[in-house]
């Protein structure tokens, strides 16, 4: 029998999802709609936990790469100073008997900031649903697509692809179900979905129920 929903709640026929809508509000009423449901195959039903397995690990690894990007830079690099005869260093030389001495930033610094932040705002805009992506070739596009979201460093330095990439490359290294490429001649990291479905899921469901 063809079920219907209204807004997020399932009726079992269309009787009983109009009733419902007839006891609303007049202003619920006018924003309500009842549309066809068709519940998920256990096929999809697998496919969206692996998915969001996987959506979990990549998050989980782009949360610790933004953890490993936080500025380590020792103090005296976190400043420079100037002298009025044009002579300039980080804030670790003798500056204290320099005359006229303007302090500013040091590049060290600015650099390991802006890495740090580069990859909080790549992380923020892996933010959202994933809920598109119902297939197996799909996983793989959607794993390349986060990797290549946190690897964005169109304003961050060599120091920073460098790290996302050993980061990544390291994460695949560990886990069964995500596979790493690296094309050296392009220098594109490729990763994509190596693992199965029904033992994912399985594996998930014992654990899940234990």
């Not at 809508?21 to 006018?30: D, E, I, N, R, T």
């Not at 709609?33 to 969206?48: D, F, G, N, R, V």
């Not at 969001?52 to 990549?58: P, Q």
Request: net charge negative; charged share 20%; hydrophobic share 30%.
């Amino acid at each position: 029998m063809q079920q219907y929903k209204v807004n997020n709640t399932v009726f079992p026929n269309i009787e009983e999802a109009t009733y419902y809508v007839s006891m609303l509000s007049k202003a619920a009423q006018a924003t309500a709609t009842i549309t066809p449901y068709t519940p998920p195959s256990k096929a999809s039903k697998k496919l969206s936990v692996v998915r969001n397995i996987l959506i979990r690990e990549m998050l989980e690894w782009a949360g610790s790469f933004v953890h490993s990007m936080t500025p380590s830079v020792d103090p005296c690099w976190m400043y420079s100073v100037e002298d009025a005869n044009g002579f300039s260093d980080a804030g670790d030389t003798w500056y204290e008997d320099l005359e006229d001495v303007t302090y500013g930033n040091n590049l060290e610094w600015e650099d390991a900031k802006d890495d740090y932040e580069g990859a909080v705002s790549n992380f923020e805009c892996l933010f959202g649903d994933y809920n598109s992506v119902t297939s197996v070739e799909g996983l793989s596009d959607m794993l390349n697509s986060m990797y290549h979201t946190m690897s964005d460093h169109s304003s961050e330095t060599d120091n920073y692809i460098g790290c996302v990439r050993d980061s990544i490359k390291r994460m695949c290294e560990g886990n069964d179900n995500i596979a790493h490429s690296y094309h050296h001649p392009s220098r594109t990291t490729t990763i994509s979905f190596s693992g199965n479905v029904d033992a994912m899921y399985d594996a998930y469901m014992l654990e899940r129920n234990s």
